[in-house]
């Protein structure tokens, strides 16, 4: 008898599933956030691969909220458009010209590209940024050490009923609350830590 590569992909998909289903059983049915960046978002293998697991998070009856960055693609076509490029104390110093290229980059081309990955793999995904339907309200935040930064927001409220039902995809670019002018947050993951808190968006879990 002999077995195909196919046939040794379709055993490990198996051992994972079995592996994952102690917690298939404790998530079933809740919403997770999951942080995406790094060097997954740069590997086409590891995007690939990342959007077969959301897919197959779904499919399993969890429903996960996607929140991503994209600084080093931001980086890039500044750098590409000769902006100046600053961080201060790890945050990108951002004007009206940086939120620009931000928004672009990030809801235009970063998250319409996760969006149709995750299509591919056989789930409808949705592409929020954070002026949509006010998902994310924001105040302004200063640098650590308390230096002007720009339009950078702090992110305060979630609104929990955007993409229900689909796999929100949100990208970290918002109002701020008291000024209808967009703000970027400068740390994807705090982003994730607003969706994550209890209380301000729909109970999302942590998984171990």
Known sequence: MTT??????????VGTLLEALPYIR??????IVIKYGGAAMNDPALKEE?????ALIKYVGINPVIVHGGGPEI???MERLDLPVEFVEGLRVSDAAT??????VLVGKVNKDIVGL??????RAVGLSGDDGLLFRCSRQASPSGRDIGFVGRIDEVQHSCGRGLCPT??????????PRIYHQ???????????????????????
């Open 4 to 13: 195909s590569a196919n046939d040794g992909g379709s055993r490990r998909d």
């Open 26 to 31: 404790e998530f079933y049915g809740k919403t």
């Open 50 to 54: 990342f959007a077969r697991d959301v």
């Open 75 to 77: 980086t890039a076509y």
């Open 99 to 104: 939120v620009e290229v931000a928004k672009m």
């Open 118 to 123: 995750i299509n591919r793999h056989g789930q």
């Open 170 to 179: 949100a990208v970290d670019v918002k109002q701020i609350a008291s000024h």
């Open 186 to 208: 400068s740390v994807p993951h705090e982003a994730a830590e607003a969706v994550d808190r209890p209380g301000v968006a729909r109970e999302p879990q942590r998984m171990p």
